[in-house]
């Protein structure tokens, strides 16, 4: 069984609709009201990392189910640099890039992780120069990513695979309830 498919953006559009899908699939089922409370949860952990490391973002996300297993997608593009690559590819399970799974996909993502640029940070110092500097207060920005979804998912989840081709990146949430 596949869900309807939801738009999301990054102004908040399609973020209800995401739990309200989940809670519809959740019912259609038959899942119990704990285990279809953590299934929500996962797809507000995926949802809120996803925007959290992409940044502005245009996402598909639909549930399938099969003999109790639930898999959340979320499909979006991005401009890819290497700080998002990596810490995309961190939040998977096996750490690795689910798309190169064969030979010309492991070439192919060798070149686009050489290939990915550095973030812009505009006409700043680097940072380890700028804790040499006098007076610099070091400063904690909502920008920066605690980690905490990516963390909350992996206890929550049982498998979280992540696929990169250039832009395009894919993020599979598993979740069996035997």
Same mark, same amino acid.
């Given at each position: 069984?596949?869900?309807?498919?939801?738009?999301? #953006?990054n102004?908040?559009?399609?973020?209800?609709?995401?739990?309200?899908?989940?809670?519809?699939?959740?019912?259609?089922?038959g899942?119990?009201?704990? #285990?279809?409370?953590?299934?929500?949860?996962?797809?507000?952990?995926?949802?809120?990392?996803?925007r959290?490391?992409?940044?502005?973002?245009?996402?598909?996300?639909?549930?399938?189910?099969?003999?109790?297993?639930?898999?959340?997608?979320?499909?979006?593009?991005?401009?890819?640099?290497?700080?998002k690559?990596? *810490?995309?590819?961190?939040?998977?399970?096996?750490?690795?890039?689910?798309?190169?799974n064969?030979?010309l996909?492991k070439?192919?993502?060798?070149?686009?992780?050489?290939?990915?640029?550095? !973030?812009?940070?505009?006409?700043? *110092? !680097?940072?380890?120069?700028?804790?040499? *500097?006098?007076?610099h207060v070091?400063?904690?920005? #909502?920008?920066?990513?605690d980690?905490?979804?990516?963390?909350? *998912?992996?206890?929550?989840?049982?498998?979280?695979?992540?696929?990169?081709?250039?832009?395009?990146?894919?993020?599979?949430?598993?979740?069996?309830?035997a």
């Amino acid at each position: 069984m596949k869900s309807d498919v939801v738009i999301i #953006d990054n102004q908040g559009h399609g973020y209800n609709e995401a739990l309200l899908e989940t809670k519809k699939t959740c019912e259609y089922t038959g899942l119990n009201a704990k #285990d279809s409370i953590r299934l929500q949860l996962c797809t507000e952990e995926l949802l809120s990392m996803a925007r959290s490391i992409t940044g502005e973002m245009k996402a598909s996300f639909w549930i399938e189910y099969e003999q109790k297993q639930y898999e959340l997608h979320l499909s979006t593009e991005t401009v890819m640099d290497k700080e998002k690559r990596d *810490l995309l590819i961190a939040a998977s399970t096996s750490r690795k890039n689910e798309a190169a799974n064969s030979f010309l996909g492991k070439l192919r993502d060798m070149f686009e992780s050489a290939m990915a640029g550095s !973030p812009d940070r505009g006409d700043e *110092l !680097p940072e380890d120069a700028m804790d040499d *500097l006098a007076n610099h207060v070091v400063e904690c920005t #909502d920008e920066e990513w605690d980690g905490y979804e990516q963390s909350t *998912l992996r206890h929550l989840a049982d498998t979280i695979k992540i696929g990169i081709v250039g832009g395009k990146v894919d993020m599979t949430v598993i979740k069996s309830f035997a």
